[in-house]
């Protein structure tokens, strides 16, 4: 009986090492697809790299691509000025998404917190007819102290539209870099709110 026994466990054993296991899907690979398929987002020459820092240039060219690549007009950000991104900085411009740092600059090379990020996408869906509103819930986030007065709003509206729900330890990380699969997944999570 026991030999029969180790036989059973030797064969299970090499039953399971032969099937390979299915790997899992990454938790950004609906989002990942979804942006894609679109156009919206179309990766670097090192592919999607979900984990790569987005730039203010990824956020506005995804935004702009979204709306359609419309006509740009003239370019106001002469740091913009024939980049891969020129076209989505003067269309921001225009449109009032984007007006620089203060200086006239548009830094699209420059890394984008999680709150520009809010705050853009915030803009973009108001530009798209959304009503701007308030959680009032903000105060649930452990964080909250931590978001700068001039995005407050804007990640208010961002959560209330559940673009942003907080991590697993109920933070916003306002002030960390926004990754690619974040932005992805914010996308694909806003249109449901900019149909």
């Known amino acids: 009986m026991k030999k029969r026994m180790s036989l059973l466990l030797v064969l299970l054993l090499s039953l399971s090492l032969?099937?390979?296991a299915r790997a899992e899907e990454p938790w950004y690979a609906q989002a990942q697809e979804?942006?894609?398929?679109r156009g919206w987002m179309t990766g670097t020459d090192k592919g999607f790299e979900p984990l790569g820092t987005v730039t203010r240039a990824t956020v506005f060219q995804t935004v702009y691509n979204i709306q359609g690549r419309p006509a740009a007009g003239e370019q106001v950000f002469p740091d913009a000025e024939g980049t891969w991104y020129a076209d989505a900085a003067a269309w921001a411009a225009h449109a009032g998404l984007a007006n620089g740092d203060g200086s006239g600059l548009f830094y699209g090379d420059r890394a984008a917190t999680r709150s520009e990020v809010a705050a853009i996408l915030s803009r973009f869906m108001s530009f798209r007819?959304?009503?701007v509103k308030s959680t009032g819930h903000m105060g649930m986030f452990r964080d909250v102290s931590e978001v700068p007065e001039w995005a407050f709003s804007a990640f208010d509206n961002c959560v209330y539209y559940g673009l942003f729900s907080g991590d697993q330890?109920?933070?916003l990380c306002p002030n960390a870099t926004a990754t690619r699969a974040e932005l992805a997944t914010l996308?694909?999570?806003?249109?449901?709110?900019?149909?």
Request: aromatic share 4%; hydrophobic share 45%.
């Open 18 to 20: 032969a099937v390979p």
């Open 34 to 37: 979804f942006v894609t398929r």
């Open 129 to 131: 007819g959304v009503e």
């Open 169 to 171: 330890d109920s933070k």
């Open 187 to 195: 996308l694909m999570r806003m249109t449901d709110v900019i149909k």
